[in-house]
């Protein structure tokens, strides 16, 4: 099997370049059969990864240690499920699963484009073709995954216990849909800079593709959060580690460009800066990808120390100049429709908002990339800690916060004082009474009031819009207030489920608020029968347990909690060792609620049973994975295909009127 | 340039200019040196009580983690070079002789790097190195 899955690889590279070779040609002699064999290929290369990730997974299933990947992430005692997150829990199977996400990726681009889009495809094709190609490149010739051991072990190492979480096993491939997923836009960026059908037409046709990319990059970086919550074990969910900031920049500038491509749409403005943001974020998604597997910066998170640091500068190199060339070309076709008419008006909030992205990026970017730039500057290596990087971005985010309130409901061209009146005042005095009644109610941490005031107020602008548009939608079509409800939202996808998007981030901030403010973190050193008082928390140690489960040996200690003088819950911490790995790992043990999180880990014990536990009381880290869903909700509203039949007076895309005709027959 | 001309370029230049403040004096105020040991080692004197970031590897020398206290104390090198280090915090279960880690702290007039942060290269997600195996 192995040897189908090198030869498959070393093929797909070389149909990739023939695709890349013949989309362009194909262009240059005006020959449409060409293209289409472009098109052929690139289903040809999907094919042929798909034959390679299947080739590796039958290794890892069939334990075939003669593989060296296999043998360094898997082994025989593992359960199935990870023994198939094991194909991209190591850096071979990861890129070879990167690269198949990609050719599905283009694959799917081609057969939503079979009639439309014509100019544009070549361009499409060998745009992410080559991005292909630099994957294969690294896949062949640098981290084969098919690497043979001159002999065959007996077992393979196994996965690290700490990546042996169901978290794990989903966030890597949803960082990866959103990383790759951007290779789309810029692929289209390109198509049309090259192609000069400058029109919405190509933005138009991305719009769902950069909403997914964004969504699951969005997801992969909640869900990494999670996971070092739940299973690291220092009360935490973001360090602000190069490799999440890697994961972040994108995702900024991303949404960055997924809130200015509306006034381009509504108002042909911006034209450059949405070719430059989507352009950025896909140069920023390699970037992170180059961080993470080059070992340039050091972070808490292993980097490899691989040779692939060159291979992806180059890339890099070669797509901002290619880009930046085509858009200096292209500048005269890309002249603003409108002006800017006012500061107060809705086009000038989505420009300040973007500026807030683009320079939370910047923070983030700059503060990633010190140590590098000192060095290379004053010939000493300084790095910035995590102050730096919420000094920065604290204010920043509660600017951009604050205008997520603004920017929907704000009037176009220029804001009157009546508009200004009508949409701000109720969410200004509701924020303004709560924020208040928490003052009073003895919260004094001046930058939480003023993060949950903006919250406030950003909520209430959300609900006046829902109420607002559902007493609307009932004075003309009638129903009870949950039909027009739902109807005012089926008829609005877009909109409203971007404010169903903006509440998840309400959500998000008061939960990032509530956990970095006002958090508990208490030692405790207990004898079995002591108790100890954390916060509200009574904990009381009865025991300590010793277990041998098959793969690892277990400690772990009763906890009986209590709270105002009742019982709650019991709590079992655990410290494990793994045979395998000569491991150990602390099984946190968690409760949470609706209002606080009691986090337990054992931070050590003593053969006299003395336990110290760590303790944190994490107030509303629950809203954070809340608002997370209901981002997700949101988005994939906004992305749902509108279920109106094509009428006259309304432009539709071929994309929706196939996707209406495919729900027709349902 | 039209007077909305004008009070739109304020807003952008206004708030192009706070970011840039904001990451000004940001890095001004939370930098640290990042060291390799032996660094340190030839700078000693003038970095004591300096805040500082170091990069080494655990070395042979004994470990001493007092879980009462939730302190622990062991040696970091890199080549001939060593310092003393004590961490107060949690032992991270990647903890080991052998590993690469990175603290954050001050050195003391004992010469003993206090550590606030203590970091082990990991959870091996794309690492090289082999992990011990039995």
């Known amino acids: 099997m192995s040897d189908i899955g090198g030869a498959a690889l070393k093929f797909a590279f070389v149909v990739a370049i023939y695709a890349v070779i013949i989309a362009l040609l194909g262009v240059r002699l005006k020959r449409q059969e060409m293209i289409r064999s472009a098109e052929r290929a690139t289903y040809g290369v999907f094919g042929l990864v798909t034959i390679a990730m299947v080739a590796l997974l039958y290794a890892l299933l069939a334990h075939d240690f003669r593989l060296q990947y296999v043998a360094s992430v898997s082994s025989r005692a593992m359960p199935t499920f990870y023994v198939i997150a094991a194909l991209w829990g190591g850096q071979e199977g990861s890129m070879l699963l990167w690269l198949w996400l990609l050719a599905m990726y283009s694959a799917l681009v081609v057969v939503q484009n079979r009639h439309r889009n014509r100019e544009l495809m070549p361009y499409v094709i060998s745009t992410l073709m080559t991005t292909t190609l630099l994957f294969l490149a690294m896949l062949v010739i640098v981290e084969d995954p098919f690497r043979l051991l001159p002999h065959e072990p007996r077992d393979g190492q196994g996965l690290n216990p700490l990546l042996q979480n169901p978290l794990m096993v989903i966030h890597p491939p949803n960082l990866y849909l959103g990383f790759v997923g951007f290779a789309v836009p810029f692929a289209f960026a390109i198509g049309a800079l090259a192609s000069g059908r400058l029109d919405t037409q190509w933005i138009r046709s991305i719009r769902r593709w950069t909403l997914v990319a964004w969504l699951f990059l969005g997801v992969g970086i909640l869900l990494g959060g999670q996971w070092a919550y739940v299973e690291l074990g220092w009360g935490g969910y973001w360090a602000w580690d190069p490799v999440e900031n890697a994961s972040f920049m994108p995702w900024l500038t991303g949404t960055a460009f997924l809130h200015s491509v509306m006034i381009q749409e509504k108002k042909g403005m911006l034209k450059v800066w949405n070719m430059v943001l989507v352009i950025l974020t896909y140069a920023l998604s390699i970037f992170g990808t180059f961080l993470t597997r080059s070992g340039v910066i050091a972070s808490v998170h292993a980097f490899a120390q691989s040779s692939l640091g060159p291979y992806f500068l180059l890339y890099l190199a070669g797509i901002l100049v290619i880009a930046i060339t085509l858009l200096v070309k292209r500048l005269p076709q890309l002249r603003s429709d409108h002006r800017l008419e006012s500061v107060v008006s809705r086009e000038s909030s989505f420009l300040f908002n ?180 954390v916060g509200a928390f009574t904990l009381q140690y009865d025991d300590l347990t010793r277990m041998i489960e098959s793969t690892h040996e277990a400690f772990i200690a009763k ?89 006259p007076g309304r432009q539709h895309t071929a994309g929706q009127v196939e996707m209406t005709a495919l729900q027709g027959t349902n | 340039m039209s007077k909305q001309h004008v009070k739109l370029s304020i807003g952008v230049v206004v708030i192009v200019t706070s970011v840039a403040y904001l990451i000004f004096s940001g890095a001004t105020g939370s930098t640290m040196y990042f060291l390799t040991v032996p660094e340190v ?64 702290g001050r050195i003391g007039h004992d010469g003993v790097l206090a550590a606030s942060v203590l970091m082990t290269s990991c959870p091996s997600k794309y690492q090289e190195e082999k992990s011990p195996t039995l």
């Open chain 1, 354 to 533: 973007n500026l807030f992205f683009v320079g939370i990026m910047f923070a983030v970017l700059w503060g990633t990339m010190f140590p590098i730039i000192s060095e290379a500057v004053r010939g000493v290596k300084i790095s910035v800690a995590a102050p730096f990087f919420n000094q920065v971005n604290i204010p920043l985010g509660l600017g951009l916060l604050f205008l997520s309130g603004v920017c929907p409901l704000i009037a176009w061209r220029k804001a009157s004082g009546r508009n200004l009146r009508r949409n701000f005042l109720y969410p200004l005095s509701l924020s303004f009474v709560i924020t208040a009644a928490l003052y009073t109610l003895g919260i004094r941490h001046v930058v939480a009031l003023i993060s949950f005031a903006i919250c406030l107020f950003v909520f209430g602008t959300i609900v006046l819009e829902f109420y607002r548009g559902t007493r609307a939608r009932r004075a003309t079509s009638g129903g009870t207030i949950w039909q027009a409800f739902v109807s005012l939202i089926r008829r609005n996808r877009r909109r409203y489920g971007g404010y169903i998007v903006h509440f998840g981030v309400v959500l998000i901030f008061v939960g990032i608020t509530g956990s970095s403010a006002y958090q508990i973190e208490q030692n405790v050193v207990l004898r079995p029968g002591e108790n100890a008082r």
């Open chain 1, 559 to 647: 906890l009986t909690v209590g709270r105002d003088g009742k019982y709650l819950t019991t709590l079992y911490p655990e410290k494990r060792l793994y045979f395998a790995q000569n491991q150990p790992t602390t099984e946190v043990a968690l409760r949470t609620s609706l209002f606080e999180d009691l986090y337990i880990i054992m931070a050590g014990f003593e053969p006299s049973k003395t336990v110290t536990f760590k303790v944190f009381v994490n107030p509303l880290v629950f809203w954070m994975w809340m608002g997370g869903l209901v981002m997700v909700m949101g988005t994939v509203i906004a992305i749902w295909p509108e279920r109106r039949p094509p009428g």
């Open chain 2, 41 to 104: 080692q030839q700078k000693l004197t003038a970095l004591k009580g300096e805040p500082i970031r170091v990069a080494g590897k655990v070395t042979e020398d004994l470990i001493d983690w007092d879980v009462r206290n939730l302190s622990l104390a062991f040696v970091i090198g890199d080549g001939q070079s060593r310092i003393p280090v004590r961490y107060k915090g949690v032992k991270p279960d990647m903890f080991q002789t052998g590993v690469d880690v990175i603290v954050e």
